[in-house]
C-alpha cells in the first residue's frame, strides 16, 4: 500500500484519516464554491487549503506534478473569461479585437481562483487516500454494493496503470517512427491514434480483471474484511476543517460584499 509520509518517518496526518471524512469535507467546499462566483471566497477556501498541503505530505514540487493540467486548465479558463466577458467599469487594455475592463478582470480572476479552489482539494483527496482504504470505507460504512465498490477499486489501481501505458504506446510509436515528426495536423492524428491504442488497451484489461475478480468470488454475497474500517476524533476534526473553510470564505465575501451567487444577475 502506497504510503505518504511526512518528516518524522510516519504517515502525514490526513492519509490516517477516514476516506468518507475527507470527502465530505471536500463536498462542503466545493458546495459554497460552486455558489458563488466572487474572487474573495474563492481566495479565502484556496488559502486556506493551500496550508493543508504538507498535512497531505505532499510537496510544492508533488503538488505541482500531480496537478497541473487542473491549474492550467483553471488559468486558460481564467484568461479566456477576462477577454470574452462584457465590459464593465474602466477599460485597462484595449487591443481591438477584446478588451479588458475592471468588471471582466475581477470576474476572470474569480473563475480562475474559484477553479482552483475546487481542484485543490480533490488533489490532496487523491493523493492522500489509499484505494483499498477508499473501497473499505464506501463498504463499511457507505453501505455500498460491493460489484460497485470492487470496481471502483479496480478503477483507481489501473489510473497509474493506464499512465504507465500512455508511455509504453508513445515509445513503441515512435520507434515505428509514428508521431515523432510531421506537421502540428499529423501530430493530432498520432496522438489521436494513441489515444485509441490505449482505450483498446484499456477495454482489455477491464475484461481481463473482471472476469478475475468473479471468477475469485468478488461478487459474493457475503464479505469479510481483512481491515475495519472506523472512524477516529481526527475524522470529526476533518469534516469541522471542510465545514470551518467554507464558513471562512462565505464570511469573507459577505463582509467584501462580493458574494454573487451563480443563478442570479450579476449585480
Partial sequence: MREELTLDGNRSLLTRANPLAKFAAVVLITMVLALSIDWVSASVALACELLLVPLAGLTPGLLWKRGWPLILAAALGGWSTTILAPDSGNILFDAGIWSISEGSLELGAGFMLRGL????????????????????????????????????????????????????????????????????????????????????????????????????????????????????????????????IAGAAVTAALGAGTWNMVFLAPQ
Avoid at 515528426?181 to 477495454?203: D, I, K, M, T, Y
Wanted: hydrophobic letters at 50%; proline letters at 3%.
Fill in 117 to 244: 479552489a475546487i481542484a485543490l482539494p480533490a488533489v490532496l483527496l487523491m493523493s492522500c487516500t489509499d484505494p483499498t482504504d477508499l473501497a473499505d470505507a464506501l463498504a463499511q460504512k457507505a453501505k455500498l454494493p460491493h460489484r460497485f465498490v470492487l470496481g471502483t477499486l479496480a478503477a483507481l489501481r489501473l489510473v497509474g496503470l493506464m499512465a504507465e501505458e500512455w508511455q509504453t504506446i508513445g515509445m513503441a510509436r515512435r520507434a515505428r517512427g509514428v508521431g515523432s515528426h510531421g506537421n502540428p495536423l499529423q501530430r493530432l492524428r498520432a496522438v489521436l491514434g494513441q489515444s485509441f491504442g490505449l482505450l483498446v488497451q484499456a477495454v482489455r484489461r477491464a475484461t481481463r480483471l473482471a472476469v478475475t475478480m468473479e471468477a475469485r468470488g468478488f461478487g459474493g454475497a457475503r464479505r469479510t474484511w481483512a481491515r475495519t474500517s472506523t472512524f477516529s476524533r481526527l475524522d470529526a476534526w476533518v469534516v469541522l476543517g471542510g465545514l470551518l
